[in-house]
């Protein structure tokens, strides 16, 4: 299993068969400290991570959430992740990526949007709702 977590390399070492995985082997192993406040994970140094677990990036784009993620520097799974999981933290479940919009089901019907008082505009919106 994985999951994407920041952290702060403090150790590279050459891998002397310590870190062990079925992918392959690795020729580095790093020990991580996770500093990911958002997620509460702060202060677990994780030691043998194998260099194919580490993902470095750019410090300016931990924080940032554009509405697009085309708009991100490094396109990668863990940045991609980031900013959904930011975006999401904070009630906004669209984003686009170029053309593309992805949702996310907010578990959370207090979002402006899913208010009941907007109901009836809605409707009146849509044409009186689904027909079928």
């Known amino acids: 299993e994985h999951s994407w977590v920041v952290s702060k390399v403090q150790a590279v070492e050459p891998n002397t068969g310590r870190a062990v995985s079925t992918k392959k ?3 580095w192993c790093f020990t991580v400290r996770t500093e990911d406040a958002e997620r509460k ?3 677990e140094v994780l030691q ?4 194919w677990d580490v993902e ?3 410090q300016a784009t931990l924080g940032k959430t554009p509405d697009d993620l085309l708009q991100l ?3 990668h799974d863990s940045t991609l992740l980031r900013c959904l999981y930011l975006r999401y933290m904070n ?3 669209y984003t686009n990526i170029g053309a593309i919009v992805v949702a996310l089901n907010p578990f959370n019907y207090k979002i402006p949007h899913y208010t009941d008082d907007r109901l009836p505009r809605y409707l009146a919106e849509s044409g009186g709702g689904i027909r079928g």
């Open 41 to 43: 994970a702060t202060g």
């Open 25 to 27: 082997h690795s020729q």
């Open 48 to 51: 043998k991570v194998p260099e």
């Open 73 to 75: 520097t490094n396109l």
């Open 91 to 93: 009630d906004v479940v």
């Open 56 to 58: 470095m990036c750019d």
